[in-house]
T-cell receptor, first 111, second 113 residues
Framework: DAGITQSPRYKITETGRQVTLMCHQTWSHSYMFWYRQDLGHGLRLIYYSAAADITDKGEVPDGYVVSRSKTENFPLTLESATRSQTSVYFC??????????FGPGTRLTVL | GENVEQHPSTLSVQEGDSAVIKCTYSDSASNYFPWYKQELGKRPQLIIDIRSNVGEKKDQRIAVTLNKTAKHFSLHITETQPEDSAVYFCAASRPPTGYALNFGKGTSLLVTP
């Protein structure tokens, strides 16, 4: 589990600000994912990536942007944060047909 | 897209009893079904998974069954212990989305001594 990290772990921001959440994994996993977790909704997929420079939308992509220039990093950017984006964000990674390993999460509050 | 329904949302059992959590999925192409355990304030962690070519899988006190025809799968925990108390999530995934998971909404399991 120490192989996947997220930063920051906690973030408070204001409506309209841009925020970037970082995710880094040391396993050279091909696949990386971003989920958000909200009470009553479980975990919902925001974006995922099959490899460097390959990304695709998940269930709830609106308001988010991702990039993957390097295999080990998968940052998630909220271009103009809204209160509805207050959530816990989990990054995950997996090799082909392997278990998904989750990062420790980032708790984001948008005021 | 895939829709995963999970029941019950809360479950309370006495220590030593069994617990069963059930999930249904909508996409017949789904072929990977993991179960995650999440303790309060922690990350989800895989406890067991099953693929569509297998009907049942066991790991000590935990077992998962899959019925492809009915499109449902279940988690069985036997001889429950207080440390089993957590939120459990089922998920389903289909190719070619690289095992991007569609989660159920979770079951909060409480095991009382």
């Amino acid at each position: 589990d120490a192989g996947i990290t997220q930063s920051p772990r906690y973030k408070i921001t204001e409506t309209g600000r841009q925020v970037t959440l970082m995710c880094h994994q040391t396993w050279s996993h091909s696949y990386m994912f971003w989920y958000r977790q909200d009470l009553g909704h479980g975990l919902r997929l925001i974006y995922y990536s099959a490899a460097a420079d390959i990304t695709d939308k998940g269930e709830v992509p609106d308001g988010y942007v991702v990039s993957r220039s390097k295999t080990e990093n998968f940052p998630l950017t909220l271009e103009s944060a809204t209160r509805s984006q207050t959530s816990v964000y989990f990054c995950a990674s997996s090799g082909v047909e392997d278990e998904q390993f989750f990062g420790p999460g980032t708790r984001l509050t948008v005021l | 897209g895939e829709n995963v329904e999970q029941h019950p949302s809360t479950l309370s059992v006495q220590e030593g009893d069994s617990a069963v959590i059930k999930c249904t999925y909508s996409d017949s192409a789904s072929n990977y079904f993991p179960w995650y355990k999440q303790e309060l304030g922690k990350r989800p962690q895989l406890i067991i998974d099953i693929r569509s070519n297998v009907g049942e899988k066991k790991d000590q006190r935990i077992a998962v069954t899959l019925n492809k025809t009915a499109k449902h799968f279940s988690l069985h925990i036997t001889e429950t212990q207080p440390e089993d108390s957590a939120v459990y999530f089922c998920a389903a995934s289909r190719p070619p989305t690289g095992y991007a998971l569609n989660f159920g909404k979770g079951t909060s399991l409480l095991v009382t001594p």
